[in-house]
């Protein structure tokens, strides 16, 4: 073998070395639970673990972890490998460790990723899409996928359709672009040969919007777009079901003539329990038994109590065809008080409702 292939050769074993054992620290350590040399050299030899590391001394298990400790600025994904003594003064060593203990960090802490995780089961993801994701996940935590598989896939016979991550990619960059786009909507319709279940729809006309931001809430993810480049309070907004959005076309010459920064979208959405267009007004109800579903639906709620205890007068924000909905869910622990106007509008709705259950059958 040659001088140069010599020194190749010996640069990939050295490289394997490090990989190997930032491998092993990203799985088997933590700032909770450190490793000395001589633990990992042993784990490596004793033939326990589940992939296959190379053959490596202690010796070299030494010389290579203080590398790996002064790499940060290449190792992946802001990956940190460090000592207890690193650690500030008031942390304490872990039980059973030493001030000389290696361990390694990553970018995302399992209990985070856990989370993320949990959000993807929520958010309907297509299935491969969700594996893709949940790999993605496990490396930046340095754990296996399977520390993810608990998670329970909440809408498992009406997933996204495939490919829902690269349409938000696409809206990303228009979005962050200031550009206009062009696409196809669909509505979802049922399959012929399985009644209920739901099937792509038919391409309807092309849409030509603003973007202005993503969002995602109660299962699905939404576009909220809208005609006028500067969203403003009278702007018409529109929402759209972000996994019924093909063919996407981001049109040229709109750069940078879109500003949505200066609208506030959180309020937007905590206004609306369901996607309704149109202003938003002052509402005050009174309801009974607890305020779970007031709180978990308007977190910038008002309250007062009203009564008895159990009783509670609310003000809330909230555009008024979405609320006459959310009443009419919470219809036996909630009275809408003001503005009259959506009194109003709720009580002709009871009124339909009740004719049509009263109804003889024929």
Excluded at 12 to 29: C, D, F, P, V
Excluded at 122 to 149: C, Q, T, W, Y
Excluded at 229 to 236: D, G, I, K, L, V
Excluded at 274 to 302: E, H, K, M, N
């Amino acid at each position: 073998m040659g001088n140069s292939e010599s020194k190749k050769s010996q640069a990939q074993t050295q490289r394997g070395y490090a990989l190997a054992i930032l491998k092993y620290l990203l799985e088997n350590t933590s700032p909770k639970q450190g490793v000395t040399a001589r633990s990992l050299a042993q784990d490596f030899a004793s033939g326990d673990l589940e992939w296959n590391p190379p053959e490596i001394s202690e010796r070299t298990v030494r010389e290579y972890l203080p590398v790996l400790g002064s790499s940060e600025d290449w190792l992946p994904f802001g990956v940190r490998v460090e000592q207890f003594k690193d650690l500030k003064d008031e942390t304490s060593v872990p039980p059973g460790g030493r001030r000389t203990d290696w361990y390694a960090t990553a970018i995302i802490s399992p209990a985070q990723m856990r989370v993320l995780s949990d959000a993807l089961q929520m958010s309907r993801f297509h299935p491969d899409d969700v594996a893709d994701l949940r790999r993605l996940l496990a490396s930046l935590a340095g754990v296996k996928p399977e520390h993810l598989e608990s998670g329970q896939i909440l809408f498992p016979e009406r997933p996204m359709f495939r490919g829902a991550p690269a349409t938000l990619l696409e809206l990303d960059s228009a979005i962050s672009g200031g550009q206009k786009i062009r696409f196809s909507y669909k509505h979802v319709v049922l399959r012929s040969e399985a009644a209920g279940r739901q099937a792509p729809g038919q391409y309807g006309k092309k849409h030509e919007y603003y973007p202005y931001t993503t969002v995602f809430k109660r299962g699905d993810y939404y576009l909220l777009a809208g005609k006028d480049p500067h969203p403003n309070e009278n702007t018409w907004i529109y929402h759209f079901v972000i996994d019924r959005i093909r063919d996407i076309e981001i049109l040229e010459g709109t750069a940078d003539s879109t500003d949505s920064t200066a609208f506030d979208f959180v309020r937007y959405v905590n206004e609306r329990p369901y996607f309704y267009s149109g202003q938003a007004v002052d509402v005050i109800y009174r309801v009974t038994g607890g305020l779970d579903g007031t709180f978990s639906w308007f977190p910038d709620a008002q309250v007062v109590p009203d009564g008895d205890s159990d009783c509670y007068r609310v003000r809330v924000r909230a555009q008024p065809d979405a609320m006459v909905w959310w009443a009419l869910q919470y219809a036996g622990s909630v009275e809408v008080l003001s503005p009259p106007e959506l009194r109003d509008k709720i009580t002709k709705t009871l009124e339909e409702t009740l004719r049509k259950y009263q109804k003889k059958n024929k």
